[in-house]
């Protein structure tokens, strides 16, 4: 049983720079992924990044790549997100997520049995 707590979240002014990181634990699993989402309250949850251990490569959401870029430590025990240039619709909560069992090539958002409690961004104009 794995768990995930993220730090890091706060307030900034629009333009500045913000790191996120997400304590993991008790992951066991092979063939796993691991990724960044965000939510605004009322709105579809929105996947950031994934990281595919079956490739080692992570893959951006195009819209954000520019901005954000993750990381995540072979121990499987860190991920943090460097988030550049916030905007003000960068404002969510940002949750890490992993699959718990062996995940698919495609990672799908159903698949991430293990959840952060999530973190607040706002960032002001």
């Known amino acids: 049983q794995a768990d995930l707590v993220e730090s890091g979240g706060g307030s900034v002014q629009a333009g500045g720079s913000l790191t996120v990181s997400c304590a993991v634990s008790g992951h066991t699993y092979d063939g796993y992924c691991m990724a960044w989402f965000r939510q605004v309250p009322g709105k579809d949850r929105e996947r950031i990044a994934t990281?595919?251990?079956?490739?080692?490569?992570?893959y951006y959401s195009d819209s954000l790549k520019v901005r954000f870029t993750t990381s995540q430590d072979s121990a499987k025990t860190n991920m943090t997100i460097h988030m550049n240039n916030l905007k003000p619709e960068d404002t969510a909560v940002y949750y890490c997520?992993?699959?718990?069992?062996?995940?698919?090539?495609?990672?799908?958002?159903?698949?991430?049995?293990?959840w952060g409690r999530g973190t607040q961004v706002t960032i002001s104009s």
């Open positions: 997520a992993a699959t718990g069992r062996r995940a698919t090539w495609y990672c799908h958002e159903d698949e991430f049995d293990y």
């Open positions: 990281f595919k251990s079956m490739s080692g490569e992570t």
